[in-house]
Every structure is written in C-alpha cells, then in structure tokens.
C-alpha cells in the first residue's frame, strides 16, 4: 500500500489521504488529512470507502498536517560523517537534531528551484518515518511500535545558507526543498536495522549507494530521546539522515543545477524524482497564488 496527499482541484484548498494504485494512475480517498491524522491506524485497517480518482484530475501534496513537526538527524551515517571531517570517536552519543517547516517539502515530480544565492543545491537521500501514535517519555521499543509507515525523501539543502551559521536551518528550507515518497505502511517495510537498500541517482549516474542498517542512531531511539522533551503527536516525522556520497563533500564539489534530475530509491519505499529548476520559478510560483 502507498499513502498520499491530494488536493482535487487548485482551486480548492482541502487536502485529502488516499491510497494510490499499484499502476500508479487512480488515487481511492481515504479520509480528510485531519481525519486521517486522528485514527491513522484505524483508516488503514479499513478499507477506502471514498471515490476513486484519476491520478491526472487531482494534484498531488504531502499527507503533512500543517502543524506537524519535522525533525531531522544530521550525521546519522559513519561514512557521511568521515566525508565531513568527523572521525567515530569523534560522534556525539546523542543525534544531533535539526528542523524543516512544513512549507519546504513537496512530492515527487515536483519541480525544486536553487536559490538565487546558491551555486546549486545538495543532494540527501533519505528514510523518513512517520509518528502514528502520541508518544510521551516512550522506550525505544515503544516509539519504534508507534511508527505509522516510512518515505523515500531527498533532503535537498542549501549549503552557503546552511554553513552561513553554526545552526543549519537556513539551508535546509527552501522552498519545495523537500520532496517525499508515499507511506508505506511500517508492516510491509520492517524495521530499518535490517538494511534497506538506499541509491540517490544524479542524471543517471548513482552518487549514494547504502543500507539503512548503517545508520548510528536508529529510529525507535532517537523517537524516543524526543518523546522525553515534547510529546510526539501523530503526523509529526523524523528524516533519518543521509548516508556518504553529498555533493560538497566531493572533489571538486558537484552542485545539483537547473536542468538535473535527481531520484532517492529505498527498497519497498519506491523512487523519488525530481527536476531541479532556477530561482525564477519561486517568484512566478508567488504570482500564480495571488493571482
């Protein structure tokens, strides 16, 4: 099963859950996002009961509640650590952690513009998991049992912005910046730990190649290390961090430019594509809203 948003027209502001066909062509409703949110396991235990859709006659949108939280480990793989300097024992015992708004992710296909100070943007292939149940001081055991589904999701960053200051917030909020692949439900995929294969493709050519089981700090841990401070809600996700193979890190840095297409593919997750863009779409992007 595969989980995405919908909106049925642009002009109406209503996003929808609906699960999407293996062909990939019709979307069946599941239950308004808020809906959804509220019993997210229960919807999936149930059949659709909505209309089925035509994929071309509805937009696609993130399955996002517009007050989930989006938190994000840096540094989660060893490799990708070494390739910025950080030798192992050099690791801090808890994951550093970083947050995206909302507003900077997308889907698949979208379109994701370089920001006009940017020389391009970086590539970050990556799990992303979903909170399906509220968590509050949890065990490691529990958060990981709490986990609705996960998502193929490229943390696409802007590095000037984000090296700008010690903190990478900046950067890594761009607009449409964050594009994310469906849910797939948590019982098809498994834990993690038992290593999914994970490839980020630039124009063809592969530029990560890892296994989740690589990962240091692992998702039912690092759930629960923030259940402590703040209650996890349902929708609220965790991006899982990226494994060695950035843009930056290469010699001489490669930067993602108007024109490139960029895929993350997790095994039983699916594929995330994108096209990058120029910095003038984000203004036309303003002028067809108030318009």
């Not at 480990?73 to 801090?92: C, M, T, V």
């Not at 949890?138 to 010690?166: C, H, I």
């Not at 095994?267 to 003038?280: D, I, K, P, Q």
Request: hydrophobic fraction near 35%.
């Amino acid at each position: 099963m595969k989980i995405v948003g919908v909106r049925r027209s642009r002009n109406d502001s209503t996003v929808e859950v609906a699960t999407l066909s293996e062909q990939g062509d019709e979307v069946t409703v599941i239950a308004a996002l808020a809906d959804f949110w509220a019993d997210p396991a229960g919807h999936l235990s149930r059949p659709p009961t909505g209309p089925t859709l035509p994929v071309a006659s509805v937009e696609r949108v993130p399955p996002v509640l517009p007050d989930a939280r989006v938190f994000c480990i840096g540094l989660n793989y060893s490799d990708h650590a070494a390739e910025g300097s950080f030798r192992d024992q050099d690791l801090p015992p808890y994951p550093t952690l970083f947050a995206r708004w909302t507003r900077s992710l997308t889907v698949d296909g979208a379109e994701v513009p370089v920001p006009s100070n940017e020389e391009g943007l970086d590539w970050e292939g990556e799990v992303v998991a979903w909170v399906g149940a509220p968590l509050v001081d949890a065990t490691p055991e529990e958060a990981l049992a709490a986990v609705l589904g996960y998502s193929a999701f490229n943390d696409l960053t802007s590095r000037r912005a984000q090296k700008l200051t010690s903190q990478w917030t900046l950067g890594k909020n761009g607009d449409r910046s964050g594009p994310l692949g469906p849910i797939v439900p948590a019982a098809e995929v498994g834990d993690l730990k038992q290593g999914l294969q994970l490839r980020t493709r630039v124009n063809g050519e592969t530029v990560q190649d890892a296994r989740t089981d690589q990962m240091i700090y692992p998702v039912g841990e690092t759930l629960s290390l923030i259940s402590h401070t703040l209650t996890l809600r349902p929708g609220d996700l965790l991006a899982t961090g990226t494994p060695a193979g950035v843009g930056y890190a290469r010699t001489p840095p490669r930067l993602l430019q108007p024109g490139d297409t960029v895929e993350v593919e997790v095994e039983r997750l699916g594929t995330v594509r994108n096209t990058v863009v120029g910095n003038h779409h984000r203004s036309e992007a303003v002028r067809a809203v108030h318009h």
